[in-house]
């Protein structure tokens, strides 16, 4: 016979109460059940919540936390200190993440993972391990741009200023859901009137504000950069029409539009520029991270000079303020004979993850003071711009460059 599992469970609170310490019991996937769930345990364990030494940390799904968030007699106000909302990734914090992470440079691919994913990391990491591009050449991505830019402008729209920072960031999170499910059935169905687009936002929306007719009016003010125009309003009616003369292009750091049928073209800036994102452009303002973490070891790259300005300038950039220590590792090496001597270059940068954790991060040389100097030399010229400091330490007894990375990460544990 099967043993009732709340009985183990009361088992488990009475060893629980004999130890001297505390606890920390986490409940996840909630979601799965009824929001009758976690009146159960509470009503069944109050003693467990209140009196006994164990903390509880319940992790649910955004259902359940909007029907606590609307009850004011909810249990889980009553027994809990506090609901915390982890919300997913605004716009600028998504671009930051892909040129941090992914070493990603070009703008429309960031905007349509902002769209995709709605700014949750899983879905961007997906993306690129299965090696997500815009290809423009295909008139579905260039769709999808459209869409993304006109969904980036309609949640930038609205503003949600008045509530606490839990409920805004919840409500934004809602409104980016309801905003993706719209612009993709106008796209589906093509054409409709007005009152049937405002009816199916307000039996999906599920804030009270904004008003459908307001989200009606953002898609209608919305001003193409690139001047496609695929959303029309005519008399009452809402109509998708595909320009299929115009033509899109990507030409440095730019992203052009070539209109056909008139003969124009417009071009715009197509560069991630992380640093309009930061005020540590200003000056004045430094890195200050200083945790004592333990530090775990990432090679960025192995005798590949392109990691400097690739994946070392994007990792500094993006993680400016939990930078710990920034090491210009020079080691010195003796050619056969003793004929040459030159110094092998790496650069070790420690990053304070803010989660408990830091990561070494490093380029094993792919740089000396006889061939591709320049490669290290400019990335710590822009450091220098940013006001972040380095040190310069030259190995010149034999070591190895894994017995130098190790002995300076030693030094920082």
């Not at 030494?53 to 506090?82: G, H, P, Q, R, W």
């Not at 001047?227 to 750091?253: C, H, V």
């Not at 056909?260 to 004045?284: A, V, W």
């Amino acid at each position: 016979m099967q043993e009732d599992p709340h009985e183990l469970f009361r088992e488990l609170l009475n060893e629980i109460e004999s130890l001297d310490t505390r606890l920390i019991f986490i409940f996840d996937e909630v979601d799965k059940c009824d929001t009758t769930f976690l009146d159960e345990i509470f009503n069944r364990y109050k003693d467990l919540l209140t009196n006994f030494k164990v903390f509880c940390i319940f992790i649910t799904d955004e259902k359940i936390y909007k029907a606590y968030l609307k009850s004011n007699d909810s249990l889980l106000f009553t027994y809990f200190i506090k609901a915390f909302y982890l919300s997913t990734m605004s716009y600028e914090e998504t671009l930051r993440f892909c040129f941090g992470q992914h070493c990603e440079e070009e703008l429309c691919n960031a905007d349509v993972l902002y769209y995709i994913s709605l700014g949750n990391t899983r879905i961007i990491n997906i993306n690129y391990k299965t090696h997500f591009r815009l290809d423009l050449y295909n008139y579905s991505h260039v769709v999808l741009l459209y869409k993304a830019r006109l969904f980036h402008y309609i949640i930038e729209s609205i503003r949600y200023d008045l509530d606490i920072e839990d409920v805004r960031m919840f409500k934004k999170d809602m409104l980016k859901v309801n905003i993706q499910a719209l612009i993709e059935f106008l796209f589906d169905i093509k054409e409709c009137q007005i009152s049937i687009a405002t009816d199916y936002i307000n039996n999906i929306k599920t804030n009270r504000y904004p008003e459908a007719s307001e989200i009606m009016e953002c898609i209608r003010n919305y001003k193409d950069s690139l001047q496609m125009e695929m959303i029309k309003f005519e008399n009452d009616r809402i109509i998708i029409k595909y320009n299929n003369a115009m033509n899109l292009y990507i030409s440095g750091d730019s992203l052009g539009a070539h209109n056909h049928n008139l003969n124009k073209e417009i071009t715009l800036n197509n560069r991630i520029r992380i640093e309009s994102f930061y005020p540590f452009f200003q000056k004045g303002m430094v890195s200050y991270a200083n945790s004592a973490a333990t530090i775990q070891l990432v090679k960025l790259g192995d005798n590949e000079p392109e990691a400097y300005q690739e994946a070392m300038e994007h990792l500094l950039i993006s993680n400016y303020f939990n930078i710990n220590n920034i090491t210009w590792i020079k080691r010195v090496r003796e050619g056969g004979e003793g004929w040459y001597t030159d110094e092998e270059y790496s650069l070790l940068v420690i990053i304070d993850s803010g989660i408990g954790r830091r990561y070494a991060f490093y380029n094993e040389a792919g740089s000396y003071s006889s061939e591709k100097s320049r490669c290290i030399i400019d990335l710590l010229k822009k450091i220098k711009e940013l006001d972040i400091n380095y040190t310069e330490k030259i190995f010149s007894n034999g070591e190895t460059s894994e017995h130098i990375i190790q002995q300076i990460v030693n030094r920082y544990n």
